[in-house]
């Protein structure tokens, strides 16, 4: 087996790490695995030069299966997992009313797949994924000229098949896919302070989106 483990620090209380490790299980398996994170006062590009309210911290991981059944027949199976948190950064007004936005995003994915070579001439694979993301934001209570909130998801499966055949100088290949794509968006606001608002131009039609709306 072999490993790498990487650490870097900086200004803003920046903190980085990653890590991947990989190796033979047995004689005919191989499994790999890697994890990398962050964390920042400096997350995103701030809109203030005071970088005000800009917190953030990220992490991933992955994990790769590999598996040779048979001299024919290969099997692979990859998963992950990603999340990221932050702050939404705001500017000296905002920051004086206490305004507090978060966003956080969350991915996952997962894919299986098998190879055949049933010939020197012909190949057939089969792999089915899934993949699904999120994204939210969290709106809060001194919100300036704004409250917001966002809730969305996206959500992907499928599955795919193929067959290659070399022939002379020919290669030949057919195949099939099938999808499933789902989505969902909640999106919610209204004006927090008419007069902000207006200096911000606002159009008159959110203006009149107060918190009865």
């Known amino acids: 087996w072999l490993g790498n483990v990487q ?22 398996m191989a499994l ?8 920042s006062h400096r997350f995103l590009d701030p809109v203030h030069p005071g970088n005000l309210h800009n917190s953030g911290n990220a992490a991933n991981a992955t994990a790769e299966f590999n598996w040779l059944a048979s001299a024919s027949d290969t099997i692979s199976i990859v998963g992950g997992l990603g999340r990221s948190s932050f702050d939404v950064p705001h500017n000296e007004e905002q920051e004086e009313g206490g305004q507090d936005q978060r966003q956080r995003n969350v991915q996952t994915w997962q894919t299986a797949s098998w190879q055949c070579a049933w010939s020197a001439n012909t190949v057939s694979q089969i792999a089915g994924y899934h993949r699904s993301g999120s994204a ?6 001194r919100d300036t000229p704004l409250h917001l909130s966002s809730d969305r998801s996206l959500r992907r499966s499928g599955v ?7 022939r002379g100088k020919h290669v030949l290949k057919t195949g099939i896919e099938a999808a499933r794509l789902s989505l969902r968006e909640d999106f919610s606001f209204f004006v927090t302070d008419e007069d902000e608002g207006e200096d911000a131009d606002l159009s008159e039609g959110a203006l009149r989106h107060d918190a009865d709306d």
């Open 32 to 39: 790999s695995l890697g994890f990398s994170g962050q964390r």
């Open 160 to 166: 795919l098949g193929s067959v290659t055949h070399h």
């Open 7 to 28: 650490a870097t620090t900086g200004s803003d209380a920046t903190r980085q790490g990653s890590s991947v490790f990989g190796g033979p299980i047995g004689n005919s």
């Open 136 to 141: 939210a934001l969290f709106g809060s209570e």
